[in-house]
């Protein structure tokens, strides 16, 4: 009876355990993972990056030339602001009671926080080593192998992550935070980086945004895409070409929110 009582505590403990942590990464998965990090940073730490750059912005047949300074601190603070002929732009990242947030405005003017569900992808878009890539091992972020294939024209390994949340029992939160990596198969750098992004009243329509980086870079030992796009549902919004990266200047968190 005592090793029959043993037995069912060991089952239901075990029972338990896969209820709590019901996914697991796939190791081939991690070790690409940390590959790509050791790739981009050389095992170097890197706290937070500020790029300055000249922008094109497209929407539709409206092109505006114009710069931009993109700052990120950790993977949950960033800051982009866009100085246009038309006027300027700020956006945020941050988190606000343990939960992802944003936030933006045009002109200095009132700022405008962004739908929650459009703030579980990474906050440093721009800047693939401050990206999920650099949680492979955190317990709360999943990593999965998809396979070897053609991106944009490229040879990848490609590698998605998403997050898991103890109370996402309709796993809302691991489909607004999946995350597909295309890594370049020789060098390990990330090539692309795809999420879907969602109108503020409509969590439920997928439309495809994507970051596609090239000309990588040594500067102070750390691989920077010198050159790097926005696309969004197949068509490039923003066009960026870096001509400053600085790292590790101690941004202060006050420097990622909005008025």
Sequence with gaps: MFRLA???????????AVAQNPQSSDSFAVSLAQKSVTALTGGASVADVTLNANVISIYGS??????????AKGTNESRVNLSLSSGTRSDVRNVIGGFPAGAWNTNGGKSTAYA????WADAAWFFPALSSLTQAANPSVIFKYIGQEQHGGASVQHIRAFRIVSQDTAGMFQRLSTTDFYLDVNTNLPLAIAVTTHSDKDMNTNIPLEFRFANYQAVSGIMVPFHFQQMLNGGVVLDITVTNAVFNTGLPDS????Q
Excluded at 62 to 71: F, K, Q, S, Y
Excluded at 116 to 119: K, Y
């Design 6 to 16: 043993v037995a069912i505590s060991l089952l239901i403990s075990a029972v338990c």
């Design 62 to 71: 409206d092109n505006e030339n114009g710069t931009a300074t993109l700052e």
């Design 116 to 119: 929650g569900h459009n703030c």
């Design 255 to 258: 420097l990622f929110t909005l």
